[in-house]
């Protein structure tokens, strides 16, 4: 079993905790310039500076560090335009298997028969996928990802003129994945 939030996940609720602790403590300094009752403000700084600490402690030891390939702002608010139901999964689970289980794994673990070959190994897709907007798995399925041996399935062969996957069969995998990772995928 694996930490249910990555390191990532940690260190952006620890920077929301620090600014919180900034803004008590910055409201503690003004009561006390004031010769207001400024203790409790303190304490809540205080305490949201522990859950910085805490934060970044577990995401530093305990949680995975699954780091984020780049992915243009507008990329992240694209959605998936096929309907959400078994047939767009099945669809979705065929292709999957046809071009992603090979490194991914017939269940999405990263264990495919070409995995232990990679460097670095593939994404566990059953915990990397919850984790990120159906627009930035679209941008990375389409066009790969950098210094991995993820291909660019949205790329145009020069020989058919067309891509690898078409747009729809893309977000069919997508798709797929998303109930993969819900467990609703059989």
Not at 31 to 49: E, I, N, V
Not at 144 to 163: C, E
Request: proline fraction near 10%; include cysteine.
């Amino acid at each position: 079993m694996t930490f249910p939030i990555s390191r990532q996940g940690l260190e952006q609720i620890a920077i929301a905790l620090a600014i919180g602790a900034a803004i008590f403590g910055l409201f503690a300094l003004l009561r006390w310039r004031r010769g207001g009752d400024w203790q409790r403000f303190a304490q809540s700084a205080g305490f949201l500076g522990g859950l910085v600490v805490v934060s970044l402690g577990i995401g530093y030891t305990i949680a995975p560090n699954i780091p984020t390939p780049a992915v243009p702002f507008t990329a992240r608010f694209a959605q998936n335009p096929t309907p959400d139901d078994p047939g767009t999964v099945a669809f979705g689970r065929a292709l999957y298997q046809a071009n992603c289980a090979v490194c991914h794994g017939a269940q999405g673990k990263g264990d495919g028969p070409a995995a232990f070959t990679l460097q670095p190994p593939p994404f566990n897709l059953q915990v990397h996928v919850p984790q990120h907007a159906p627009g930035e798995l679209f941008y990375w399925i389409s066009n790969g990802i950098p210094f991995t041996a993820m291909p660019a399935w949205g790329v145009v062969d020069p020989d058919t003129g067309k891509p690898k996957l078409s747009e729809i069969e893309r977000w069919e995998i997508i798709r797929f994945l998303e109930a993969l990772a819900a467990g609703s995928a059989t």
